[in-house]
Protein backbone atom coordinates (compact mmCIF):
# COMPACT_ATOMS: atom_id res chain seq x y z
CA UNK A 1 0.00 0.00 0.00
CA UNK A 2 1.90 3.33 -0.91
CA UNK A 3 2.36 5.84 1.74
CA UNK A 4 -0.73 8.37 0.45
CA UNK A 5 -3.02 5.51 0.69
CA UNK A 6 -2.75 4.66 4.59
CA UNK A 7 -3.28 7.11 7.52
CA UNK A 8 0.19 5.88 10.27
CA UNK A 9 -0.44 5.76 14.08
CA UNK A 10 2.56 8.23 14.12
CA UNK A 11 -0.16 10.50 11.85
CA UNK A 12 -3.20 10.10 13.69
CA UNK A 13 -1.61 10.87 16.90
CA UNK A 14 0.02 13.92 15.87
CA UNK A 15 -3.34 15.01 14.81
CA UNK A 16 -4.82 14.25 18.17
CA UNK A 17 -2.17 15.87 19.64
CA UNK A 18 -2.51 19.03 17.96
CA UNK A 19 -6.14 19.32 18.79
CA UNK A 20 -5.39 18.49 22.29
CA UNK A 21 -3.42 21.95 22.85
CA UNK A 22 -5.91 23.96 20.95
CA UNK A 23 -9.01 22.50 23.02
CA UNK A 24 -6.96 22.94 26.27
CA UNK A 25 -6.20 26.42 25.40
CA UNK A 26 -9.84 27.57 24.75
CA UNK A 27 -11.10 25.77 27.64
CA UNK A 28 -9.08 27.68 29.81
CA UNK A 29 -9.59 30.90 27.91
CA UNK A 30 -13.36 29.89 28.51
CA UNK A 31 -13.25 29.83 32.08
CA UNK A 32 -11.22 33.09 32.52
CA UNK A 33 -13.77 34.57 30.32
CA UNK A 34 -16.43 33.56 33.03
CA UNK A 35 -14.49 34.79 35.52
CA UNK A 36 -14.13 38.06 33.96
CA UNK A 37 -18.12 38.02 33.31
CA UNK A 38 -18.23 40.42 36.56
CA UNK A 39 -16.54 42.26 38.68
CA UNK A 40 -15.54 41.26 42.37
CA UNK A 41 -18.05 43.72 43.80
CA UNK A 42 -20.84 42.86 40.99
CA UNK A 43 -20.39 39.34 41.77
CA UNK A 44 -20.63 39.46 45.53
CA UNK A 45 -24.07 41.43 45.12
CA UNK A 46 -25.72 38.71 42.89
CA UNK A 47 -24.09 36.15 45.14
CA UNK A 48 -25.81 38.16 48.27
CA UNK A 49 -29.01 38.01 46.18
CA UNK A 50 -28.33 34.23 45.33
CA UNK A 51 -28.46 35.54 41.83
CA UNK A 52 -26.00 32.45 40.65
CA UNK A 53 -27.35 31.93 37.10
CA UNK A 54 -26.61 35.54 36.75
CA UNK A 55 -23.11 35.23 38.16
CA UNK A 56 -22.19 32.37 35.58
CA UNK A 57 -23.93 34.51 32.35
CA UNK A 58 -20.59 34.06 30.36
CA UNK A 59 -20.90 30.24 31.05
CA UNK A 60 -22.92 29.56 27.40
CA UNK A 61 -20.31 32.03 25.69
CA UNK A 62 -17.59 30.06 27.40
CA UNK A 63 -18.92 26.97 25.98
CA UNK A 64 -19.34 28.19 21.87
CA UNK A 65 -15.27 28.90 22.60
CA UNK A 66 -14.74 25.19 23.36
CA UNK A 67 -17.20 23.77 21.05
CA UNK A 68 -15.28 26.32 17.85
CA UNK A 69 -11.75 24.26 19.18
CA UNK A 70 -13.36 21.03 18.89
CA UNK A 71 -15.18 22.03 15.36
CA UNK A 72 -11.71 22.55 14.30
CA UNK A 73 -10.53 19.16 15.50
CA UNK A 74 -13.36 17.45 13.75
CA UNK A 75 -12.28 19.08 10.46
CA UNK A 76 -8.63 18.10 11.06
CA UNK A 77 -10.07 14.43 11.23
CA UNK A 78 -12.26 15.36 8.05
CA UNK A 79 -8.71 16.64 6.42
CA UNK A 80 -7.15 13.68 7.26
CA UNK A 81 -9.13 11.19 6.09
CA UNK A 82 -9.25 12.93 2.72
CA UNK A 83 -5.52 13.83 2.13
CA UNK A 84 -5.43 9.54 2.32
CA UNK A 85 -7.37 9.33 -0.78
CA UNK A 86 -4.88 10.35 -2.59
CA UNK A 87 -7.67 11.81 -5.24
CA UNK A 88 -6.78 15.00 -7.66
CA UNK A 89 -7.12 18.25 -5.17
CA UNK A 90 -10.79 19.20 -5.01
CA UNK A 91 -12.32 16.28 -6.55
CA UNK A 92 -13.33 15.25 -2.41
CA UNK A 93 -14.27 18.31 0.04
CA UNK A 94 -16.27 17.30 3.31
CA UNK A 95 -20.05 19.04 3.95
CA UNK A 96 -20.45 20.62 6.89
CA UNK A 97 -23.87 20.85 5.96
CA UNK A 98 -24.16 16.89 6.11
CA UNK A 99 -26.49 15.61 9.03
CA UNK A 100 -23.89 14.09 10.42
CA UNK A 101 -21.70 16.84 10.73
CA UNK A 102 -24.53 19.09 12.27
CA UNK A 103 -25.59 16.45 14.73
CA UNK A 104 -21.40 16.47 16.05
CA UNK A 105 -21.68 19.93 16.59
CA UNK A 106 -25.32 20.37 17.72
CA UNK A 107 -24.19 17.63 20.50
CA UNK A 108 -21.05 19.16 20.97
CA UNK A 109 -22.48 22.32 21.73
CA UNK A 110 -25.16 21.44 23.66
CA UNK A 111 -22.71 18.77 26.18
CA UNK A 112 -20.72 21.10 26.70
CA UNK A 113 -23.04 23.89 27.75
CA UNK A 114 -24.83 21.06 30.43
CA UNK A 115 -21.28 21.02 31.44
CA UNK A 116 -20.20 24.41 31.72
CA UNK A 117 -23.76 25.83 32.48
CA UNK A 118 -26.00 23.14 34.48
CA UNK A 119 -23.08 21.18 36.68
CA UNK A 120 -21.56 24.62 37.20
CA UNK A 121 -24.42 25.89 38.99
CA UNK A 122 -24.21 23.01 41.35
CA UNK A 123 -20.55 23.24 41.77
CA UNK A 124 -20.81 27.05 42.61
CA UNK A 125 -23.94 25.97 45.01
CA UNK A 126 -21.52 23.99 47.07
CA UNK A 127 -18.79 26.00 47.07
CA UNK A 128 -20.86 28.91 48.36
CA UNK A 129 -22.28 26.85 50.88
CA UNK A 130 -19.29 25.92 52.07
CA UNK A 131 -18.33 30.07 51.87
CA UNK A 132 -20.83 30.57 54.32
CA UNK A 133 -20.09 28.18 56.68
CA UNK A 134 -16.97 29.70 56.90
CA UNK A 135 -18.18 32.75 57.80
CA UNK A 136 -16.62 34.74 54.57
CA UNK A 137 -18.07 38.12 53.91
CA UNK A 138 -19.49 38.56 50.16
CA UNK A 139 -16.10 39.78 48.69
CA UNK A 140 -14.52 37.09 49.92
CA UNK A 141 -17.22 34.60 48.93
CA UNK A 142 -17.20 36.27 45.39
CA UNK A 143 -13.02 35.21 45.22
CA UNK A 144 -13.80 31.66 46.11
CA UNK A 145 -16.43 31.61 43.23
CA UNK A 146 -14.27 32.98 41.15
CA UNK A 147 -11.57 30.32 41.69
CA UNK A 148 -13.49 27.60 41.84
CA UNK A 149 -15.08 27.88 37.91
CA UNK A 150 -13.98 25.05 35.93
CA UNK A 151 -13.76 22.81 38.91
CA UNK A 152 -16.52 19.24 39.11
CA UNK A 153 -18.60 19.01 42.17
CA UNK A 154 -16.25 15.97 42.89
CA UNK A 155 -13.44 18.31 42.42
CA UNK A 156 -14.84 20.98 44.46
CA UNK A 157 -15.21 18.77 47.39
CA UNK A 158 -12.04 17.51 47.06
CA UNK A 159 -10.33 20.48 47.09
CA UNK A 160 -12.82 21.28 50.67
CA UNK A 161 -11.44 18.31 52.12
CA UNK A 162 -7.58 19.07 51.24
CA UNK A 163 -8.44 22.51 53.12
CA UNK A 164 -9.89 21.16 56.22
CA UNK A 165 -7.48 18.65 56.44
CA UNK A 166 -4.49 21.77 56.74
CA UNK A 167 -6.75 23.15 59.15
CA UNK A 168 -7.10 20.42 61.38
CA UNK A 169 -3.10 19.56 61.29
CA UNK A 170 -3.96 15.92 59.19
CA UNK A 171 -0.79 15.56 57.63
CA UNK A 172 -1.59 11.89 56.17
CA UNK A 173 -4.80 13.35 54.08
CA UNK A 174 -2.81 16.81 53.55
CA UNK A 175 0.42 14.73 52.20
CA UNK A 176 -1.06 11.98 50.41
CA UNK A 177 -2.62 13.88 47.76
CA UNK A 178 -0.82 13.87 44.14
CA UNK A 179 -1.87 17.53 42.88
CA UNK A 180 -0.81 19.13 45.83
CA UNK A 181 2.05 21.32 45.78
CA UNK A 182 4.98 19.44 47.21
CA UNK A 183 7.24 22.31 47.37
CA UNK A 184 5.28 22.99 50.61
CA UNK A 185 5.21 19.45 52.50
CA UNK A 186 8.55 20.32 54.64
CA UNK A 187 7.02 23.57 55.60
CA UNK A 188 3.69 21.20 56.45
CA UNK A 189 5.31 18.72 58.51
CA UNK A 190 7.09 21.07 60.77
CA UNK A 191 3.68 23.12 61.41
CA UNK A 192 2.16 19.65 62.00
CA UNK A 193 4.58 17.78 64.26
CA UNK A 194 5.24 21.00 66.29
CA UNK A 195 8.40 21.94 65.20
CA UNK A 196 7.56 24.91 63.27
CA UNK A 197 4.80 28.09 63.77
CA UNK A 198 1.40 26.61 63.31
CA UNK A 199 0.45 26.81 59.12
CA UNK A 200 -1.31 31.26 59.02
CA UNK A 201 -4.33 31.94 57.44
CA UNK A 202 -2.36 33.16 54.63
CA UNK A 203 -0.43 29.68 54.41
CA UNK A 204 -3.45 27.72 54.43
CA UNK A 205 -5.19 30.15 51.62
CA UNK A 206 -2.30 29.78 49.38
CA UNK A 207 -2.03 26.04 49.48
CA UNK A 208 -5.56 25.16 49.30
CA UNK A 209 -5.89 27.83 45.80
CA UNK A 210 -2.57 26.39 44.70
CA UNK A 211 -4.51 23.07 44.78
CA UNK A 212 -7.43 24.36 43.41
CA UNK A 213 -5.17 25.13 40.21
CA UNK A 214 -4.33 21.62 40.01
CA UNK A 215 -7.40 20.31 39.44
CA UNK A 216 -8.36 22.98 37.11
CA UNK A 217 -5.36 22.36 34.91
CA UNK A 218 -5.58 18.56 35.05
CA UNK A 219 -9.51 18.56 34.19
CA UNK A 220 -8.31 21.14 31.23
CA UNK A 221 -5.81 18.34 30.12
CA UNK A 222 -8.46 15.39 30.54
CA UNK A 223 -11.08 17.47 28.64
CA UNK A 224 -8.56 18.21 25.91
CA UNK A 225 -7.57 14.89 25.61
CA UNK A 226 -10.94 13.28 25.42
CA UNK A 227 -12.51 16.08 23.23
CA UNK A 228 -9.57 15.70 21.01
CA UNK A 229 -9.25 11.86 20.64
CA UNK A 230 -12.97 11.70 19.73
CA UNK A 231 -13.27 14.78 17.19
CA UNK A 232 -10.12 14.12 15.48
CA UNK A 233 -11.98 10.29 14.52
CA UNK A 234 -15.52 11.18 13.94
CA UNK A 235 -14.51 13.80 12.02
CA UNK A 236 -12.66 10.78 9.99
CA UNK A 237 -15.44 8.76 10.21
CA UNK A 238 -17.87 10.91 9.07
CA UNK A 239 -15.39 12.21 6.11
CA UNK A 240 -15.42 8.04 5.03
CA UNK A 241 -19.06 8.08 5.00
CA UNK A 242 -19.73 11.03 2.38
CA UNK A 243 -17.21 9.82 0.11
CA UNK A 244 -19.04 5.96 0.41
CA UNK A 245 -22.74 8.32 0.17
CA UNK A 246 -21.12 10.25 -3.09
CA UNK A 247 -19.77 6.66 -4.58
CA UNK A 248 -15.90 8.70 -4.43
CA UNK A 249 -14.73 5.38 -2.27
CA UNK A 250 -15.71 1.63 -2.48
CA UNK A 251 -16.71 1.03 1.43
CA UNK A 252 -15.19 -2.69 1.09
CA UNK A 253 -11.76 -1.16 0.03
CA UNK A 254 -11.86 0.72 3.47
CA UNK A 255 -9.73 -0.98 6.64
CA UNK A 256 -9.51 0.16 10.18
CA UNK A 257 -7.65 -0.88 12.62
CA UNK A 258 -7.48 -0.64 16.39
CA UNK A 259 -4.12 0.55 17.93
CA UNK A 260 -3.82 0.78 21.81
CA UNK A 261 -0.92 2.34 23.72
CA UNK A 262 0.56 -0.88 25.29
CA UNK A 263 3.25 0.74 28.14
CA UNK A 264 1.84 -1.24 30.68
CA UNK A 265 -0.72 1.42 31.98
CA UNK A 266 -3.57 0.51 29.19
CA UNK A 267 -6.95 -0.81 30.04
CA UNK A 268 -6.91 -4.55 30.26
CA UNK A 269 -9.87 -4.21 27.91
CA UNK A 270 -8.14 -2.24 25.49
CA UNK A 271 -5.04 -4.33 24.96
CA UNK A 272 -7.41 -7.24 24.13
CA UNK A 273 -8.45 -4.79 21.38
CA UNK A 274 -5.10 -3.86 19.41
CA UNK A 275 -4.79 -5.61 16.07
CA UNK A 276 -8.59 -5.60 15.67
CA UNK A 277 -9.93 -4.88 12.38
CA UNK A 278 -13.13 -3.87 11.01
CA UNK A 279 -14.79 -1.67 8.11
CA UNK A 280 -16.10 2.11 8.51
CA UNK A 281 -19.13 2.02 10.11
CA UNK A 282 -18.56 -1.35 12.47
CA UNK A 283 -17.60 -0.97 15.70
CA UNK A 284 -14.81 -2.79 17.71
CA UNK A 285 -15.53 -4.99 20.47
CA UNK A 286 -13.40 -4.45 23.78
CA UNK A 287 -12.16 -7.22 25.72
CA UNK A 288 -15.30 -6.15 28.15
CA UNK A 289 -17.63 -6.75 25.50
CA UNK A 290 -18.07 -2.97 24.50
CA UNK A 291 -18.93 -1.96 21.56
CA UNK A 292 -16.49 1.23 20.51
CA UNK A 293 -16.81 3.03 16.57
CA UNK A 294 -13.24 4.43 17.63
CA UNK A 295 -11.79 5.41 20.89
CA UNK A 296 -13.24 8.14 23.05
CA UNK A 297 -16.75 7.06 21.45
CA UNK A 298 -18.98 9.03 23.66
CA UNK A 299 -21.78 6.54 23.53
CA UNK A 300 -19.52 3.64 24.96
CA UNK A 301 -19.47 3.72 29.20
CA UNK A 302 -17.11 6.22 30.63
CA UNK A 303 -14.79 3.17 31.68
CA UNK A 304 -14.02 2.86 28.15
CA UNK A 305 -13.31 5.81 27.10
CA UNK A 306 -11.81 8.58 30.09
CA UNK A 307 -8.17 9.11 29.43
CA UNK A 308 -8.23 6.46 26.57
CA UNK A 309 -4.90 6.43 24.39
CA UNK A 310 -6.03 4.29 21.85
CA UNK A 311 -5.86 5.39 18.14
CA UNK A 312 -7.47 3.89 14.58
CA UNK A 313 -5.45 3.51 11.69
CA UNK A 314 -7.10 3.47 8.32
CA UNK A 315 -6.10 2.12 5.27
CA UNK A 316 -7.52 2.13 1.54
CA UNK A 317 -7.02 -1.83 0.23
Not at 127 to 145: K, S, T, Y
Not at 299 to 316: D, G, K, L
Request: glycine share 8%; aromatic share 6%.
Amino acid sequence: VPVSRRMSEKTIRRAIEIANVGIRRRFLQALQLIRDTSTLEELAVLLEGGRIGEALAGAERAAGMVTSAITASYLSGASEAIAMMAMAPGTVSFDLSNQRAVDFMRYSRLSLVREMVYDQRQVIGRVMADAIEDGLNPRAQARLFRASVGLTDYQAQVVRNYELALRRGDVENALGRELRDARSDRRIRAAFSGRGAPLSQQEITRLVDRYRQGWIKYRSEAIGRTEALRSVHQGAEDMWRQAFDSGDVDPASVQRTWRTHMDGRQRDSHGAMTGQKRPVGEPFRSGAGYALRYPGDPTAPASETIHCRCVVVTRIL
